[in-house]
């Protein structure tokens, strides 16, 4: 079964950074395109960053770019999202999934992140 856990979510004031991680199993995670989404409530699920499986492709969300770097690793797998500069825009719930994952895709529960003054 495919297992998604998003961490390091949490409370930051404008301007300040967090790392979020993402533990996968139940596939085949080095040959797997894998993104971080985000979503408010009531909004779509907006995608934030791709990373293809040779880590030379790589695709950030307009929003995002020149502030959020994504990376991962094969070994252990886990992807990470590091974000700086962060904004009140950026405040949602993010999840990390495969590139070509949807909404009847399995996710994870995903982690909260508030910026906030």
């Known amino acids: 079964q495919v297992q998604l856990v998003e961490s390091g979510g949490g409370l930051v004031q404008p301007g300040e950074s967090l790392r979020l991680s993402c533990a996968a199993s139940g596939f085949t995670f080095s040959t797997t395109t894998m993104a971080w989404f985000r979503q408010i409530p009531g909004k779509w699920r907006e995608r934030v960053a791709t990373i293809f499986t040779n880590g030379v492709l790589i695709h950030y969300a307009d929003s995002v770019k020149g502030r959020f770097t994504i990376s991962r690793d094969n070994i252990k797998n886990t992807l990470s999202l590091q974000m700086t500069n962060l904004k009140p825009d950026d405040t949602a719930v993010y999840y990390c999934?495969?590139?070509?994952?949807?909404?009847?895709?399995?996710w994870g529960q995903g982690t909260q992140v508030t910026v906030s003054s």
């Open positions: 999934n495969t590139g070509e994952a949807t909404s009847q895709s399995t």
